[in-house]
């Protein structure tokens, strides 16, 4: 592939940093961004531009951007990564909580988009792959409903982004994961109720089952899910909907069949419901 220069939140651990070292390994020049400098240091690099950046503060990503300009010239290609998992049954999580997973996964994904909108406009290229997650296709998951709102809502600006980008050559994809074996599901990534409510024990026992059985025994591979995200890049048709992992491939199918399936068992309804021609 070509040398591009990249933009990467979240570079510190898990997917991102994954995706970093695989790219510099293959020579491209990558901007990388963490809330904490010091947690890029172990990826130093002549082509890397290690960045301290608060992804809710447009300011600081405005900087970051206007830094990565500056030593590499253009963006060709923004992962759009950083994000964490907020488990919760939905009456349990506050106002507070439910609006701070929102703003990082979702606002601080906005933030970045927009700055970097302008640059690859001017250029006519450039290609945005959203970080979702198979739970931004089925809400399936007691306990985990802001997380897998936000998720949705990444797969349905990434598609309004993709019809807004087309005019200036700008692609997005989606990239929808399934479980991966990164330290997602531990407690510096993975969000948990200030004040739970004993009755939801179903809940508790999902949450449960995700940080003690599930985390760090993941089938996923996270360096191979770099590989096939940078491989997508340099397709001349990138995917819009990109899933990654067998989970998840099986998880989509799943959801779409029920939706087929539901659409047709209500379908006197659904049409039923238009004006009467004369």
Partial sequence: ????????????????????SALLAQGHKVAATSRQ?????????????????????????????????????????????????????????????????????????LNTTRAVMPVMRAQKSGHIFNISSVAGVTGSFPGF???????????GLTEALAEEGAEFGIKATVVMPGYFRTDFLTSG???????????????????????QEINHN?????????????????????????YLG?????????KLQGLLEEVEQWKEVTVSTELETV
């Fill in 246 to 254: 067998a989970d998840a491939y099986q998880l989509a199918k799943d």
């Fill in 189 to 211: 990534s993975l969000g948990t109720p200030a004040n739970p409510i004993a009755d939801y024990t179903a809940v508790r026992a999902v949450q449960q089952m995700h940080e």
């Fill in 1 to 20: 592939m070509k040398s591009k220069v990249w933009f990467v939140t979240g570079a510190s651990k898990g997917l991102g940093r994954s995706i970093v």
């Fill in 145 to 155: 409903g802001i997380y897998c709102a936000t998720k949705f809502a990444v797969v």
């Fill in 218 to 242: 993941q089938p996923g591979d996270p360096d191979k899910a770099a590989t096939a995200i940078i491989a997508m890049a340099a397709e001349a048709t990138p995917a819009l909907h990109l």
């Fill in 37 to 109: 400098i010091s947690g890029l240091a172990a990826l130093s690099h002549e082509n890397l531009l290690p960045l301290q950046v608060d992804l809710g503060d447009e300011k600081s990503v405005a900087a970051a951007v206007q830094a990565t300009t500056e030593n590499f010239g253009r963006i060709d290609v923004l992962i759009n990564n950083a994000g964490y998992g907020q488990a919760g049954a939905l009456e349990e999580l506050s106002d507070a909580e439910a609006r701070a997973n929102f703003d990082v996964n979702v606002f601080g994904l």
